[in-house]
């Protein structure tokens, strides 16, 4: 059983629309990342969110961490080819050695 | 600056046979973090260092070997490839953070 689910598995968009992916659990997380990762290359960080309720914004990507920490999304304005990948999210807890629990990953295909 | 790297990046091997796969960094992260990905499990941990000569389990160890002799090396044995082991391995190192630089990934199938 994974730690952090993630939601939806597979998003299929057409450009210019916008889409959310959801990592939820129900411990409680001293932070949470995002990360990316294109066919065949390693995962590439894109945020950390620390606060509860903590909103960052790159670019189109808006990540937001839950009030409780137990929660994050992921929310892309006008989406473009480009941002087609996997989207991981992660959790580290304190105490845990700089240990990250990664949840299964959301799909995204932006198409043209 | 050349950060981390695995190799090799693609191998194949049979049932039974001995297999290392590399990891080397260039930034002297103090952590280092061997994990494999599948299909619908995402990032599983196999196991960690948190410096030279001190390793520890992550959530799926058994049928692996880790050593690390040196700050930037980090090797991951399979003593006896089984086929559940097919899969691909990324190495990952942070220095006391919790933001991992990922390598590039090794994609091992074993016959």
């Known amino acids: 059983t994974q730690l952090l689910e993630q939601s939806p598995q597979f998003l299929s968009i057409q450009e210019g629309e916008n889409l959310t992916v959801y990592c939820n659990s129900s411990?409680?997380?001293?932070?949470l990342q995002w990360y990316r990762q294109e066919p065949g290359e390693g995962p590439v960080l894109l945020v950390t969110?620390?606060?509860?309720?903590e909103v960052k914004k790159l670019k189109r990507l808006t990540f937001q961490f839950g009030d409780a920490r137990k929660d994050s999304s992921l929310h892309i304005t006008a989406a473009q080819p480009g941002d087609t990948g996997l989207y991981l999210c992660?959790?580290?807890?304190?105490?845990?050695?700089?240990?990250?629990?990664f949840g299964a990953g959301t799909t995204v295909t932006v198409r043209a | 600056d050349a950060g981390i790297t695995q190799s090799p990046r693609y191998k194949i091997t049979e049932t039974g046979r001995q297999v290392t796969l590399m990891c080397h960094q260039t930034?002297?992260?103090?952590?280092m973090f061997w994990y494999r990905q599948d299909l619908g499990h995402g990032l599983r941990l196999i196991y960690y260092?948190?410096?030279?000569?001190?390793?520890d389990k992550g959530e799926v160890p058994d049928g692996y070997v880790v050593s690390r002799s040196k700050t930037e090396n980090f090797p991951l044995t399979l003593e006896s490839a089984t086929r559940s082991q097919t899969s691909v391995y990324f190495c990952a190192s942070t220095d006391l953070t919790y933001e991992q630089y990922f390598g590039p990934g090794t994609r091992l199938t074993v016959t």
């Open positions: 411990s409680v997380f001293s932070s």
């Open positions: 969110v620390v606060t509860g309720g």
């Open positions: 260092s948190a410096a030279a000569d001190i390793t």
């Open positions: 930034w002297s992260h103090s952590y």
């Open positions: 992660a959790g580290a807890r304190t105490g845990y050695d700089y240990k990250l629990s």
